[in-house]
């Protein structure tokens, strides 16, 4: 049953976190089911005027918790997250729910195995609601398709929810659950979790496997949350090497969720207001959300140093498009045919079928070279500090999506030029809440661990959350 709290007519019961929700479902004071039934209620209310699902699971998830229910009820059961309901990106196959990847030659299509990351999910005792927005195949920093309605900003519903993990950070700030997967080639979970105002983790190349995929070089699933403990958690349910897998991290010391209360000690912070980009092309507010967030790693006794960090230039740009291209131009087979997907898809898949095995090797040194020269940097420093986006999120519509796709991709870039190179070298990287600008939008910071050290990133960003935090802050819808 629902106590105290769990009955407000606030909904308030929506954002307490998810640690907390499986810490009363094993207390026996807070039950799955009603939980859950919550939650649809608050998404068929509230998602029509969000599109943060494209595909509810409704009587998937009452089936799931009345499992939960039992099992609670039974012999015990060492699920730690047992009950607690969570959304899935719709990029992820899950067994026995629509699965669309954005693209409307799969309305229908319903999976009949579960992406490794989604069995670890359910595993560990989750209850998914359903498929949250995304860009067809996701190749996008903003959840626009043709085939769905799009993924609006909770705090200003004209705008973008950002992309590719749009619809996940939309239904997380929004209460619409308590916490999300997503996943992230350049920026894909830290786009939308600045401009959503909810924190998100882009763990190390190799931390989570794609599997049964084979593993991509820049795309990472990863956990999004309204806090630094649960998001850690939820890292130490994805990660772990499956049989397969062309890369691997090496295992942590101690799990994540324990980094969370734990001190970071004094770090060395590189810090940049603008790497890579003019003063003038960085909105103020987020620039200020990086000066203000060093002030306080200062004032909490780290040395902070102002420094110029390596940064994507016009050259890496384009030699990572034409990887990007290639490696979608490869899996074409698998798609619907061409002449259903979106343009932006076709252009790029057209363009990756010109794209010659030597170029293509080419531009794989290119970036590992560029990997080298990148990581070498934090032979100084424990960790980077940057704004995570340049800009506040486009009007829904703003960025229109015609054939000449290509022509795109600079205006694309710009609103987020400070991420993509941490999918380069693979390594680990968050979004921080750090306030809000004249509008009412959100702003963050970015930081930057070194190689496999996301324990460091997560120390550092629950200090800054016990300092500053922000899982009070409520969204206009919500």
Known sequence: MFRGMFMSETDEFAFTPA??????????????????????????RLNPQLGAYLTVASEFARDAAARAEQARHGDGTDAPFLGVPISIKDLNDTAGIRTTAGT??????????????????????????????TPEFGPLNVSETLAYPPGRNPWDPTRSCGGSSGGAAAALAAGLCPISQGSDGGGSIRNPSAWCGTFGIKPSRGRVSDAPRSMQHFSINGPMGRTVADTAALLDVMAGYVVGDTYFAPPPVRPFAEEAGREPGRLRVAWHPHPGVEAGAIAPAHRRACENAAALLEALGHEVIPADPPAF??????????????????????YPPLDTVAPWNRTMIEMGRTVS??????????????????????????VLLTPTVAQPPPAVGALEFADDFLAKVPELFALTPFTAMWNLTGQPAVSIPFGFDDDGLPVAAQLVGRPADEATLIRVSAQVEAARPWAHHRPPIS
């Open 19 to 44: 640690l907390e929700q499986a810490r009363l479902i094993r207390a026996g004071d807070l039950s799955p089911v009603e939980l859950t039934e919550r939650y649809l209620e608050r998404i068929d």
């Open 104 to 133: 409307a030659a799969w309305a229908d299509r319903i999976p009949e195995h579960d992406d490794a990351v989604v069995a670890r999910i359910k595993r560990a005792g989750f209850v998914i609601l359903g498929k949250t927005n």
């Open 313 to 334: 230039d016009p050259e890496l740009l384009a030699r990572t498009s034409l990887i990007f291209a290639a490696n979608h131009a490869s899996r074409a087979e698998q």
């Open 357 to 382: 095995a030597t170029d293509y090797v080419a531009a794989m040194h290119d970036v590992e070279a560029t990997a080298r020269r990148v990581v070498a940097f934090f032979d100084d420093f424990d």
